[in-house]
């Protein structure tokens, strides 16, 4: 049987499998760069970090509609199931379509909720979300989508994140966005350490992260790495993404046992699975490689989950019981 799994790092849009994005384009009257299965796999051989960004804006722009978003999520609810998953804080982009094509909050934030109801009801299958804001983003853009994140604490978003090409600014910028979710409930965790070092680690953490997306580069500061331990702060990693992306040269390399051997609670995820090629069940079996069993990486996804107490317990029964 299956151990039961938690994924705390999964971009929705990331989860299209080539033919579903070549039928939500088509719909909606958008254009891909392949109009082929063959030809969207191979768009998706990511050539570095900053490529893997731009392909992924440029696909994802094609989502339009709320059946579209609630479809993005039954659809990986299904998948993710298959693979053991119990719970995920899954992540989706609000910001980005509002800006490319003016398609309402409201529009968006719908569609992707009533896919969680359906996901549980479907799959039994817990999913709330996170919602990412970008690294660009124009700052108002940015405070309004926290806003509206907070106005959905009720439907299921229990945080904020920032992501986007981690080079490419600060955060700095988005403080008061980030205040505006702390301020109504919601937690704060964005993407660091990951395309960057350890100096935006310690940025996200001085703006109040709990969790961090990736944060494999705190091995770089031996300092960091022990205050990370101390304070109890989750990392979501990644393994397959991080080689994909270039970030992480080859499996052999990566910094999970560092990260590991640290104290520093890490919980596993896909990311992008359908651009990455990978699974739930695929980026387990690479952490038990790099010495991370199972049984831990979902007890750190217990560790960093913001859902409500219900949620919590069964989690917690769960982990308990071995599923």
């Known amino acids: 049987m299956t151990s039961p799994k938690i994924e705390m790092h999964v971009h929705l849009e990331g989860t299209i499998r080539p033919v579903t994005l070549l039928e939500i384009a088509r719909r909606n ?122 106005r959905y604490r009720d439907r299921g978003v229990v945080g904020l994140g920032i992501g986007g090409y981690e080079l490419q600014g600060p955060l700095e910028p988005y403080r008061r966005a980030v205040r505006i979710a702390q301020d109504g409930g919601l937690a704060f965790v964005p993407h660091a350490g990951e395309a960057a070092g350890a100096e935006s680690i310690r940025e996200a953490v001085e703006l109040g992260a709990v969790r961090l997306r990736h944060g494999i580069r705190a091995v770089d500061d031996s300092l960091l790495l022990a205050e990370l331990a101390e304070r109890g702060v989750v990392l979501d990693v990644c393994p397959t993404s991080n080689l994909c992306t270039g970030v992480v040269e080859r499996l052999s390399a990566h910094p999970l046992p560092q990260l590991r051997d640290a104290g520093v609670l890490c919980s596993i995820s896909t990311d992008d699975p359908a651009m990455f090629g990978t699974d739930l069940d695929r980026e387990y079996e690479l952490a038990e490689r790099l010495g991370l069993p199972a049984e831990d990486a979902y007890a750190a996804g217990v560790a960093g989950a913001l859902c409500e107490e219900e949620v919590l317990k069964r989690l917690l029964d769960m982990e308990g019981s071995g599923g």
């Open 29 to 150: 009257g958008e254009a891909l760069p392949a109009d082929t299965v063959d030809g969207l796999e191979d768009l998706y051989r990511f050539t570095d970090f900053r490529h893997f960004i731009d392909v992924w804006v440029m696909t994802t722009n094609c989502l339009r509609t709320a059946d579209d978003f609630r479809q993005v999520v039954v659809d990986y609810a299904r998948q993710a199931r298959d693979h053991g998953a119990v719970y995920l804080e899954a992540i989706f982009s609000p910001a980005e379509r509002v800006e490319a094509h003016g398609i309402g909050w409201d529009e968006i934030y719908t569609g992707y909720c009533e896919g969680a109801v359906e996901a549980q009801e479907r799959f039994g299958l817990t999913v709330r979300f996170t919602p990412d804001l970008y690294r660009g983003c124009p700052v108002e853009l940015a405070e309004k989508c926290a806003t509206v994140s907070v």
